[in-house]
């Protein structure tokens, strides 16, 4: 059976929403409508699973640079520096999605391959002495894990985004998706700015 017979999203007059309560603003009709040759290709469950994980990407970047960061720079150094790659990438990392960084960051996610990453890393730090930064991990990781640092941070990245994306930035990661489903497939869409337009209206 195929997986768009069971989609991860509840298409809805307002737009797509996914399971885990990420929104689109576009619905299965409208990408249809405009994109149906790149949906006969790759289901839109697909590409919509592919968004979704893309758009918590930045969650799995910060966990894996500051475990890495704190084996080789100062605690505080760590976190600024974690801090900075975090919001750089929640800020730029909507315009350059990539199918094969989303089959890693499938990996990199799961919770399991993260907790042994934690737990050898701050193994080490502590038999090393480092109580600092052992106390800089754990708290990042509980940050982290429970979207503290998202929420927190979620104005700031309005701002940073704002002047960088008409779309709405799960529609623009959406869109992306779609793009490079096209270009992989040879189909053109000659429809693309009309469906920008209708978006941002």
Do not use: N
């Not at 890495?68 to 315009?95: F, H, K, N, Q």
């Not at 008409?166 to 009309?194: S, Y």
């Amino acid at each position: 059976m195929d997986a768009d017979d069971h989609p991860p999203f509840l298409d809805t007059p307002g737009g797509l929403i996914t399971a885990s309560g990420i929104r689109f603003r576009t619905t299965r009709a409208l990408l249809e409508d405009y994109a149906g040759p790149v949906l006969k290709a790759v289901p839109l469950a697909t590409l919509v699973d592919r968004a979704e994980l893309w758009l918590r990407s930045g969650q799995t970047v910060v966990l894996w640079t500051l475990a890495l960061l704190l084996l080789v720079l100062p605690p505080i150094g760590a976190a600024l520096c974690t801090l900075t790659v975090y919001l750089g990438w929640e800020t730029v990392g909507p315009s350059f999605v990539s199918r094969r960084l989303v089959g890693m960051f499938r990996v990199l996610e799961k919770p399991v391959v993260q907790a042994v990453l934690y737990v050898a890393v701050l193994s080490w730090l502590g038999a090393q002495g480092q109580i600092g930064a052992v106390g800089v991990g754990l708290a990042g990781f509980i940050l982290v894990r429970w979207r503290v640092l998202p929420l927190v941070l979620r104005p700031l990245l309005k701002l940073l985004r704002r002047p960088l994306y008409t779309l709405p930035v799960a529609d623009q990661v959406l869109r992306a998706f779609v793009l490079r489903a096209a270009i992989q497939h040879r189909i053109k869409l000659p429809q693309l700015e009309r469906l920008k337009r209708e978006l941002r209206g």
